[in-house]
């Protein structure tokens, strides 16, 4: 689920400041990893827990987002999700904001089934993000993700998202100008998927997940599950990219990989 993460340091430095096309230099000072790139390892984090057993997934979720979560007070937290990190006690707050989608990039890795990959994505969302749109969101993510590393193609994984979740009804070139910067899972999900499915290999889909504007960060982290699931990470992007974690999240980042191993292209 290293993509993911790729995909929020590199899209970090737009989020407030878009850039509508795809020449940016990759990495820089100015990047980092955010609250997509922390979430994202706490779900990893209760996934390992469970050891297999995801009797009490949601629990542990909770557990792990806010012990790994709490440390890091200002890697951009929305206001409801900040107030939920650091109450003790948190319930579900019905929202249909994109974190859902960001950070269950490891429910994809970990699934060895297609209905597992919606129980999982379920489980760990409907802990803050119980609506509806929330939970597609997530849920259209991770079956995605498992999706095409069960050999899927683009044109498979298309015709199963427009089938179950998404129109589809645009491409990237047609919204790149006039999109704007939204947090909901329903206007960015089918975006980084689209994002992903034009794209011919890992490094152009990043970029071309950035070029939309918007939720920089966030789409890129969503386009970036899916094209490491599809492409795999070169491995020079993938040594640059760790550089940026600290030993807490590399540590979780590496027994995440250990049991379930991402995939490095060629």
Not at 72 to 89: A, D, K, L, V
Not at 128 to 135: A, K
Not at 246 to 254: A, G, N, P, S, T
Request: net charge negative.
């Amino acid at each position: 689920m290293l993509g993911a993460i790729i995909g929020d340091i590199a899209g970090s430095r737009f989020e407030f400041n878009n850039y509508r096309a795809k020449d940016f230099t990759f990495f820089t000072g100015e990047c980092c990893f955010t609250d997509d790139t922390v979430m994202s390892l706490a779900i990893c984090a209760a996934i390992l827990a469970c050891e297999g057993n995801y009797s009490n997934l949601g629990q542990l979720t909770v557990q792990k987002m806010q012990e790994i979560g709490r440390p890091y007070p200002y890697c951009g937290y929305g206001g409801r999700f900040y107030s939920w990190m650091y109450t003790e006690n948190p319930q579900p707050y019905n929202s249909y904001g994109n974190g859902a989608a960001m950070r269950v990039s490891g429910c994809g890795f970990a699934a060895s089934s297609l209905e597992e990959a919606k129980s999982l994505a379920r489980q760990v969302t409907e802990v803050t993000h119980n609506h509806p749109e929330g939970l597609k969101g997530a849920e259209a993510t991770a079956v995605a993700i498992y999706l095409l590393r069960s050999g899927y193609t683009k044109e498979q994984l298309r015709s199963y998202i427009v089938e179950h979740y998404y129109p589809m009804n645009f491409t990237i070139a047609s919204i790149r100008r006039t999109y704007e910067f939204n947090e909901t899972c329903q206007d960015t999900v089918p975006q980084a998927l689209e994002a992903f499915l034009e794209t011919k290999n890992f490094e152009d889909a990043i970029r071309n997940a950035v070029s939309v504007g918007g939720d920089s960060d966030t789409m890129a982290a969503i386009t970036g599950g899916l094209a490491e699931a599809f492409f795999g990470i070169p491995e020079q992007l993938r040594k640059r990219a760790l550089i940026y974690l600290d030993e807490r999240l590399l540590k979780i980042l590496q027994a995440f990989e250990k049991k379930y191993p991402g995939k490095v292209s060629k």
